[in-house]
C-alpha cells in the first residue's frame, strides 16, 4: 500500500484529505473526479487505510510532512490483505452496479464498524450504478449513519444525478503533466529523455499506464498513430479512408487519436512562434524526432487554421459522449488536413 508521501501529484486533493485527517472531521460523502487512471482509487485507498489504522504516524514536530497508515498494525495488514471488514469497495458486476448492491451494502452500513472508527465504502466507478442504484444510494447520503464515509470515483461526474453530487463534498483530481510523467519516467525506469516523452504524450498523464508500457511496443503506437498526419495517408483517399476507420474503431482509440493529433498541432504552434524554425530547440517540441515534419506543417497551415483546426479537435473530443459517429468525426478532420497538403502540392507546381 502506498503512503501519501509516494503520491506523485494532486497536490490539492491530498492538502483538502490531510486536513480532514488532522481535524479528524470527515464528510459522510466524497466524490473523487478526474479523469480515468490518474491515481484516484489508489489515493482513495491511502485515506481510508489511514482513516482505519490503529497507529496512525502524525508529522513530527513542525516540520512539513504528511500524516500517514503505519503499514503494520493488524488494521493495515487487513487492508493490504484486503478483507478489512470495515472498507467496502463496490464495483459493477456486468456492466452496471446495480440496486441489489446498494441494498446489500445498506444492510451492512447500518451496524457499527467491527475494528475500526469507521466503515468506509468506496464505489468505483460511480458513474457505473444504474438509476435504480443511484436512487438507492441516495437515501444513505440522505441519512447517513454516523460512522459511515461513502467516496465515491469518477471521471463522468456529469453523469451522476445532481441530487447525489449535491450531498458530495468534490474533490478534482488532474491529469500530471507531461513533464512531471517525464521526469518520473526518466527517475523510475531509467528512459531516455526522448523516449520518456514519447510514452508520456503517448498515455496522456496516465501515470499507471506510462509505467507499464514497454518502450518497442510505444514505438510501434506511435508509428501507428503518426499514419494520421503522414502524407502517404493524405495524399491517397482510401488510405486516409483506412486510416479513419481503423483510428475511429472505439471509443478510447479514437481518444488516443484525438490526444494525439492535438500534440502534434501544438507542436505546430510552437514552431509558428518562432521567428525562425531553424533556431528552434527540436526538444521543446512533444513530437521532437519528427521536427523535420512538423516543419512542414509549420509552412503549410497558418496560425489561425491550425487554431481552428484544434478547436475542431476539441469539439470532436467532447462531443464523444454523446456518440456522434466517431469514424465520420475523424473522416472529416483528415479531409481538412488533406485539404492543406493538396494546395502546397498545387501551389508548389503552379
Ligand atoms: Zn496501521
Not at 466524490?31 to 487505510?49: C, H, P, S, W, Y
Not at 478483507?83 to 446495480?98: R, V
Amino acid at each position: 500500500m502506498p503512503f501519501f508521501r509516494d503520491i506523485i501529484g494532486h497536490p490539492r486533493a491530498l492538502d483538502i484529505l490531510q486536513s480532514m485527517l488532522l481535524s479528524e472531521e470527515i464528510p459522510h460523502a466524497l466524490l473523487f473526479m478526474g479523469e480515468a487512471g490518474i491515481g484516484k482509487r489508489t489515493v482513495a485507498l491511502t485515506f481510508a487505510q489511514t482513516l482505519l489504522c490503529r497507529e496512525r504516524q502524525m508529522p513530527e514536530g513542525e516540520s512539513e510532512g504528511w500524516i500517514e497508515p503505519c503499514n503494520h498494525c493488524l488494521s493495515c495488514q487487513k487492508l493490504a490483505a484486503q478483507n478489512h471488514p470495515d472498507l467496502t469497495i463496490l464495483e459493477p458486476e456486468g456492466s452496471t452496479i446495480k440496486v441489489e448492491q446498494i441494498r446489500a451494502l445498506q444492510d451492512r452500513i447500518i451496524f457499527k464498524p467491527l475494528d475500526g472508527p469507521k466503515r468506509i465504502i468506496l464505489i468505483d466507478p460511480a458513474d457505473k450504478m444504474n438509476a435504480a442504484a443511484a436512487n438507492s444510494l441516495l437515501k444513505t447520503l440522505e441519512e447517513p449513519p454516523m460512522h459511515a464515509v461513502v467516496i465515491l470515483i469518477t471521471s463522468k461526474p456529469f453523469s451522476l444525478p445532481e441530487t447525489i453530487l449535491s450531498r458530495c463534498q468534490k474533490i478534482a483530481f488532474y491529469p500530471l503533466s507531461l513533464s512531471q510523467v517525464e521526469t518520473l519516467l526518466t527517475e523510475r525506469k531509467g528512459w531516455s529523455t526522448h523516449d520518456a516523452r514519447l510514452i508520456a504524450s503517448l498515455t496522456g498523464g496516465d501515470l499507471g499506464e506510462a509505467l507499464s508500457l514497454e518502450i518497442e511496443n510505444a514505438r510501434e503506437i506511435e508509428a501507428g498513430l503518426y499514419t494520421l498526419v503522414s502524407e502517404k495517408t493524405l495524399n491517397d483517399y482510401e488510405v486516409l479512408f483506412d486510416v479513419a476507420t481503423a483510428h475511429s474503431r472505439d471509443e478510447a482509440v479514437l481518444a488516443q487519436s484525438l490526444q494525439y493529433l492535438a500534440a502534434w498541432f501544438r507542436d505546430v504552434l510552437v514552431l509558428q512562434s518562432v521567428p525562425n524554425f531553424d533556431l528552434l530547440d527540436p526538444s521543446w517540441l512533444v513530437y521532437s524526432w519528427r521536427h523535420e515534419e512538423i516543419k512542414r506543417w509549420a509552412a503549410r497551415m497558418n496560425t489561425h487554421e491550425v487554431g481552428a483546426f484544434l478547436a475542431d479537435l476539441q469539439e470532436i473530443h467532447q462531443a464523444q459522449i454523446r456518440n456522434i459517429n466517431r469514424q465520420l468525426a475523424l473522416e472529416t478532420l483528415l479531409m481538412q488536413l488533406r485539404d492543406k497538403v493538396i494546395n502546397q502540392k498545387q501551389k508548389a507546381s503552379g
